[in-house]
């Protein structure tokens, strides 16, 4: 079997005359946590952007999990498993927290709906398991006690805490993390780290975009760096860290 996730080819996105994304290849074997790194406007959320298909590229190809999805909708995509969060949060300030999470749930499992109707038993069975789903997210998210609040009471990390849980509910294969740290106090950082390492325990690939360079140091096994639409390195966390385009990317060049 492959180990083969993801596979990007010749991906290329311009605004204008802008060339935000121009990916040659790029390639994710399963079960490794990947950082995306780069100076701003680097080109990172417009990359995870097409590569979760909430844009269209100009051209090139994506194939995810053995199949090519470079013209699937976001939509269906999530559900092959590949399930992203957003730079700004996107949680529902009038929901309850429970009711967030309840929200997420229920969009994978439309197909199975009209089974569930016939069989009002089943349906009550999948009610269960979406409940006892959302429990045990909440409680890997040690967001439990915040069960029964609109999401708009919790401060900034939680509603990061919360969105990463309702990205857990779509059951993804790989998860794509746009900078789940920012605006993240130091403590709950800490934390939000040993759950995404968590996560990447229990078989779920992970990808994140992420300016706190320490965090990304430590958690990774590969970092990935863009500039200016590129992938300018690649490679373990120790290798990347002395490689000189990479240290040219964020100063600017010092060639003189
Ligand atoms: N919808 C858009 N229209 C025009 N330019 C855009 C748009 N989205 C992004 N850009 C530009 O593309 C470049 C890459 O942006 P982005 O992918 O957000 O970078 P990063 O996430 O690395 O900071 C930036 O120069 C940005 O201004
Ligand atoms: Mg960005």
Do not use: C, W
């Not at 290329?12 to 060339?19: C, D, I, M, S, V």
């Not at 994978?108 to 269960?128: A, D, T, V």
Request: proline share 2%; hydrophobic share 40%; aromatic share 6%.
């Amino acid at each position: 079997m492959s180990n083969n996730l993801l596979s990007v080819r010749s991906l290329k996105k311009r605004f204008g005359g802008l060339e935000a994304v121009n990916v040659d290849k790029f390639d994710l074997n399963k079960n490794e946590i990947t950082s995306l790194i780069g100076p701003n406007g680097a080109g990172k959320t417009t990359f995870f952007d097409l590569i979760t298909r909430f844009q269209n590229s100009d051209s090139g190809s994506i194939s995810f999990d053995g199949k090519n999805v470079t013209s699937l909708n976001s939509y269906k995509l999530a559900r092959l498993g590949m399930v992203r969060t957003f730079q700004l949060t996107r949680v529902f300030d009038r929901m309850s927290v429970y009711e967030n999470m309840q929200f997420a749930g229920s969009s994978i499992n439309n197909e199975g709906f009209l089974n569930s109707l016939i069989q009002s038993s089943s349906l009550k069975n999948q009610e269960k398991l979406l409940t006892e789903k959302i429990n045990e997210t909440l409680e890997l998210l040690n967001l439990s006690e915040m069960k029964n609040a609109y999401a708009r009471e919790l401060s900034g990390g939680q509603k990061k805490l919360l969105e990463l849980g309702r990205s857990l509910m779509k059951s993804p294969k790989i998860l794509l993390l746009d900078e789940p740290l920012a605006g993240v106090n130091p403590k709950l950082s800490e934390q939000l780290l040993e759950i995404i390492s968590n996560l990447n325990k229990n078989g779920i690939n992970i990808l994140m975009v992420e300016h706190n360079i320490d965090a990304v140091m430590k958690i990774s096994e590969r970092v990935v760096v863009m500039a200016e639409g590129k992938i300018i390195s690649d490679g373990k966390p120790d290798f990347v860290r002395s490689d000189k385009n990479v240290i040219e990317a964020y100063l600017g060049s010092s060639d003189e």
